[in-house]
């Protein structure tokens, strides 16, 4: 067996300088599998390469440090219009030259795709926005380390347990395909996250939020934050379940917000009567109708100056528009590919949804901060975030999952104590249209993501059970 | 190879070519090391990162690689299945101890010798940086070193199996079944089966590799609406699922034997009847209880979890103080046992060695109602000493350290075990449950889940059956059922015989193996109504 191996050429070193691959690296690559292929027809690479620094901690002592560094590359072989793809994290030339020919043979058991007999390909433009943070990217594993340090500090001077992670990433997307396309972004990101609990287990807050730029973000004040809702919701009291007057932190908010995705969001789907947005008959949706209360809007644009994103789909290119998918309550859009654009809209651009957004007021709508909310309640709950949330009916998006790290009952315009967890059942529609209050947007946690949403308070939130984990 | 309906109910029908390659793969065990071997490259550039580790300062280092290949097919191959896909993801670790603190380098890819020496540097450097901070300690204890090599025990390993001849295999079954009756819509059915080829090497001169194979299919029978309820019926085959095997697993399954059985299941799930809410006796059957097993003991007796090692990400757990409870604290009634192993056959978890080269025992979590152990790994293992130490045992690590997502090029973490619920003395069947039973429900199959304390549950079942004088009479629906964890264990009153026991491999990556059981006084809900 050491012969075989010794007798290939030893692989070059895989630790790219910067740490992930480059434009002109990707490009070299893309050129290695394109000279690899044989049988005619398109070839396409994504690859997706980053950097990851991760300081994870636990029980106020770091925990591990990771560096790592994780190539993927998608090898797609189209001829004849069925196209045969290989995910494969080998770089070697024996590697490529594997994947290739595994693509060109799955090739042969799929059919063809109606997409990919369209007219040859124009390159559409896609925006520009910014996502690279130098600090971010210098910080590294060695900065999350320390930075970690300071975090754990103030809780455990309270006498507090504190458990988190701050991870930086810097990565790059590229799509290269033989037919011209060839984007590539790079980005950076940070994620910081933390939970703090007492000693005795009766009591846990929590705090997180990702981006791009660490000088957006204050991990410091994401730490205080945490830590002040741990020692607010020690021994919490059970209240009765039922309809409640609930205030939604941004988390909260984005964690069901976030259930109104892109399978929600698809035309066909609901031309086909399924899901939340579909029609009255056959081959209808709900466009132009009223869906959400006139005041909000759910928009995605990667040009967002709080919640941008790689402006292309990440495994073909097709760029991300701009896009206001409901405006002032009402449906405005619903995401298409290029074959239902071609087959009922007659052109051949496709719509996509990014799996970001942001929930925003309409433009001269009052906003409310948390703390007015609470004022103006007579009687309610404020919830941090919910956890585990899921889909339980795909038609009216109904969800079902617990709030978690720190609920209070709100009495006569103030908070007056901690109360247990509960389970509910509830859909995002539902609560977007009975809003009592709306606040001004923020970037909340959503790794790998761009979530922008702000602090609501809706009647008749439907909590079914209590749930007296913490 | 077609095979028409009149193959139908012959049996498992055991083509010619691939009994040929049976006996071929049988007649070589091991045909797959060279592929390995050779990808795996020489054993020096293990032993690079491990030196380079040691002479940066690392007291402990471990270095591991993984090979991972997956094969999914989706045999209707329509314009909204994919239809097959491959992947191959390959990848080195290096975890490096220093001062109690963990540092970790990953890197995709196949490595030179050079570049684990870099990994295990970057590792080390990384546990220096951390180890800046207030003292901590770590107490691996002692292992025997472990060198040798290890495969799953396949008979046929599904990566000589061409893609054709697979779907050919399961194209012929959906044939088969959509032809059965009239009123069968769509029968949906995957495949996707991994081979693990890994490598583990540490400082304390362990030096393994092991081949971990995995096949998991899924068969799905969809039938069109009820004419009067405008209900669609679904019924997946609970005889499938995940397994340590290889493609025999699925000539093996009963496919075409329990077909009419899985269309007229969902056939008669079309016509429900309503349920009233409240307390009910429920029999579960044996994949209903393996769900609420790995739901809420699986997760509450991981030891991370319950020393709050991964409060910001999955939870905790409500066995919140080990210590104090192992020994003591009533998990739920004397008729419940569960231990956890690594080495059942066909387990989705089987291993000879987990990632920290441990050879695995078999421990029981729960005797008789009582906590008595944890899942643990090297380092949680020494939480335990005052406990192992009172009750005679050795501290030793229960070998469950593992690896997720991408592999070695990611930090080891816990993961499930195989879970395994003790059958009762009598030798008990789902129907003698559902026969003790005067009024309640019998749930079947389904899904389960738990808070992040594992403490608040709700489930519901593939079908659910309202039970009458012992009999099972119709289905009901919708419904589910909640429960809060040690109430709903203290409930249990009855359990099924060793010969009702049944394997399920799950989601999470490990297998349950279960008996039906019978639980008084479970809140039964409807999932869909609100407050």
């Not at chain 1, 466009?287 to 073909?316: A, H, K, T, Y």
């Not at chain 1, 209050?437 to 308070?457: D, E, K, M």
């Not at chain 2, 380092?379 to 229960?398: C, K």
Request: hydrophobic residues 40%; contains cysteine; aromatic residues 8%.
């Amino acid at each position: 067996m050491r012969t075989l191996h010794q007798k290939r050429t030893p692989p070059a070193s895989l630790f790219a300088p910067q740490g992930f691959l480059s434009r002109d690296e990707c490009q070299a690559l893309f050129a290695q599998v394109v000279g690899l292929t044989t049988g005619g027809g398109t070839t396409k690479l994504r690859v997706s390469s980053t950097r990851e620094g991760v300081a994870e901690w636990a029980l106020n002592r770091t925990r591990v440090v990771s560096d790592a560094q994780h190539t993927d590359l998608t090898i797609t072989r189209t001829i004849a219009g069925a196209e045969g793809w290989m995910r494969t994290r080998r770089l070697d030339a024996d590697g490529l030259r594997h994947a290739v020919r595994m693509a060109e043979y799955l090739r042969l058991a799929h059919r063809p795709w109606p997409e990919n007999l369209t007219d040859p390909y124009v390159d559409q433009p896609i925006s520009h926005p910014t996502l690279w943070s130098e600090p971010t990217y210098q910080l590294g594993a060695e900065g999350c380390t320390d930075l970690a340090q300071q975090l754990i500090a103030p809780a455990e001077s309270a006498g507090m347990i504190s458990t988190g992670a701050l991870r930086v990433v810097a990565q790059s997307e590229a799509v290269m395909r033989s037919d011209g396309m060839a984007r590539f972004y790079p980005t950076t990101e940070i994620q910081c996250s933390m939970t703090v609990r007492d000693t005795g287990g009766t009591a846990s807050g929590w705090a997180g939020v990702n981006h791009y730029d660490i000088a957006k973000i204050d991990p410091a004040a994401l730490a205080a934050t945490a830590l002040d809702k741990a020692r607010r919701s020690a021994h919490p009291v059970a209240v009765e379940p039922g309809r409640w007057t609930a205030i939604l932190e941004p988390q909260a908010t984005a964690d069901l917000v976030a259930m109104i995705d892109a399978e929600a969001l698809d035309r066909l789907k609901a031309e086909m009567r399924q899901g939340p947005f579909k029609g009255p008959t056959l081959g209808t949706s709900k466009i132009s109708e009223q869906v959400l209360d006139r005041r909000l809007i759910l928009r995605s644009d990667p040009m967002d100056p709080e919640g941008g994103f790689v402006p292309f789909e990440e495994n073909d290119g097709t760029p991300y528009l701009p896009v206001n998918w409901i405006d002032k309550g009402v449906l405005k859009e619903l995401k298409y590919r290029e074959a239902y654009a071609l087959a009922k809209l007659g052109y051949d651009h496709a719509l996509l949804k990014p799996p970001d957004f942001r929930l925003t007021t309409a433009p001269g709508v009052p906003t409310m901060s948390v703390e007015e909310m609470i004022a103006t309640t007579d009687r309610g709950v404020l919830v941090t975030r919910f956890s585990g949330v899921q889909l339980v009916d795909f038609g009216s998006l109904l969800c079902t999952g617990y709030t978690r790290d720190g609920v209070w009952l709100i009495e006569r315009g103030k908070i007056s104590k901690p109360i247990q967890n509960f389970r509910f059942i509830e859909s995002p529609l539902f609560i977007l249209n009975n809003l009592d209050a709306v606040g001004t947007p923020v970037r909340v946690f959503a790794p790998g993501s761009a979530y922008v949403a702000p602090p609501v308070r809706v009647r008749d939130f439907s909590f079914v059970a209590l749930a007296d984990a913490i | 190879m077609k095979l028409g309906s009149a193959a139908a109910g012959a049996g498992v029908v055991w083509p010619r070519r691939m009994l040929a390659e049976i006996q071929a793969a049988r007649a070589t065990p091991g045909a797959w090391a060279p592929t390995v071997r050779a990808l795996l490259g020489p054993t020096e550039v293990a032993a690079s990162a491990l030196e380079a580790a040691k002479s940066a300062g690392a007291v402990y280092a471990d270095v591991r690689f993984s090979y991972d290949q997956a094969e999914s097919l989706f045999p209707f191959v329509g314009p909204t299945y994919p239809g097959p896909r491959r992947t191959e993801h390959i990848g080195w670790g290096v975890r490096a101890l220093v001062n109690g603190y963990w540092g970790f380098a990953g890197l995709d890819g196949v490595a030179t010798t050079d570049d684990a020496a870099t990994l295990g540097r970057a590792a080390t450097a990384q546990a220096t940086n951390a180890a800046r901070g207030k003292p901590r300690t770590v107490d691996l204890g002692r292992i025997p070193v472990a060198t040798g090599t290890w495969a799953t025990p396949v008979e046929i390993d599904p990566f000589t199996v061409s893609y054709e001849e697979k779907a050919d295999y399961m194209d012929s079954i959906i044939d088969d079944i959509q032809r059965r009756r009239y009123g069968v819509a769509h029968t949906f059915a995957y495949i996707t089966v991994e081979r693990g080829d890994r490598l583990f090497a540490s400082s304390e001169g362990s030096s393994i590799s092991q081949t971990i194979f995995t096949t998991t299919s899924r068969l799905e029978v969809n039938v069109s609406a009820d004419w009067m309820s405008e209900l669609d019926g679904q019924r997946a085959a609970s005889f499938l699922s995940s397994a340590g095997a290889g493609w025999e697993y699925i000539l093996s399954s009963p496919l075409r034997e329990r077909a009419t059985q899985l269309i007229d299941e969902a056939l008669g799930a079309r016509r429900p009847q309503p349920v009233d809410l409240g307390r009910y006796d429920v029999v579960f059957d044996a994949e209903a209880t393996a769900q609420v097993i790995a739901a809420s003991i699986g997760d509450a007796t991981a030891l991370d979890r319950a020393m709050g090692y991964r409060a910001n990400e999955d939870g905790t757990s409500y066995l919140r103080d080990p210590l104090s409870m192992l020994g003591t604290f009533h998990v739920g009634s004397p008729l419940l046992t569960v231990s956890m192993n690594r080495s059942m056959p066909h387990g989705v978890a089987t291993v000879k060695w987990d990632d920290e080269g441990v050879e695995p025992r078999d421990a029981t979590l729960v005797k008789e109602g009582i906590l008595t152990d944890f899942q643990t790994t090297r380092e949680a293992a020494s939480w335990l000493a005052p406990y192992y130490g009172t009750t005679h045992q050795p501290v030793r690590s229960n070998g469950c350290m593992g690896l997720v997502d991408r592999g070695a090029s990611e930090p080891p973490v816990q993961v499930p075990p195989n879970l395994v619920m003790q059958p009762g003395a009598d030798e008990l069947s789902f129907h003698d449950l559902v026969k003790s039973t005067k009024k309640g429900l019998a749930f079947v199959g389904g899904q389960s889940s738990t808070d992040w304390q594992a403490l608040n549950g709700v489930g519901g079942g593939s079908m659910v059956y309202r039970i009458t004088n012992g009999e099972l009479d119709g289905t009901v629906g919708p419904a589910q059922y909640l429960y809060r964890s040690p109430d709903f264990w203290k409930n249990l009153v009855a359990i099924g015989g060793k010969r009702s026991a049944a394997p399920f491999g799950l989601l999470t990556g490990n297998t349950v193996s279960a008996v039906p059981m019978k639980v008084t006084n479970v809140a039964i809900t409807d999932p869909t109504r609100k407050a």
